[in-house]
Nanobody, 123 residues
């Protein structure tokens, strides 16, 4: 059974940083591209960032480019999202997600995702 468990969310002041983690199990992590997506209150799902299965290629939404950095440790089956210079508009539930095998990109066409972790940016 595929499991994706996010952690690291919380309350942070504007300009602060957080690092999200996603522990993956139940599949060969290194074989799949992964992504982070978010959903703000009252809004739809927004794709944030993606990383290739080997970790050598990444993509990010314009809204987070230069502030958020996706990475992965295939030896630890873990996906990360380093979030810097956080803004109130970054407030959302953040989910990690698994692409279909051989697929990835600026899309929300996922086969699995986690339960999410809340990030609140407020003074």
């Amino acid at each position: 059974e595929v499991q994706l468990v996010e952690s690291g969310g919380g309350l942070v002041q504007p300009g602060g940083s957080l690092r999200l983690s996603c522990a993956a199990s139940g599949f060969t992590f290194s074989s799949y591209a992964m992504a982070w997506v978010r959903q703000a209150p009252g809004k739809g799902l927004e794709w944030v960032s993606a990383i290739s299965n080997g970790g050598d290629s990444t993509l990010s939404a314009d809204s987070v480019k230069g502030r958020f950095f996706i990475s992965r440790d295939n030896a630890k089956n873990t996906l990360y999202l380093q979030m810097n210079s956080l803004k109130p508009e970054d407030t959302a539930v953040y989910y990690c997600a698994k692409y279909p095998r051989g697929k990835w990109g600026a899309t929300t066409d996922f086969v699995s995702w986690g339960q999410g972790t809340q990030v609140t940016v407020s003074s």
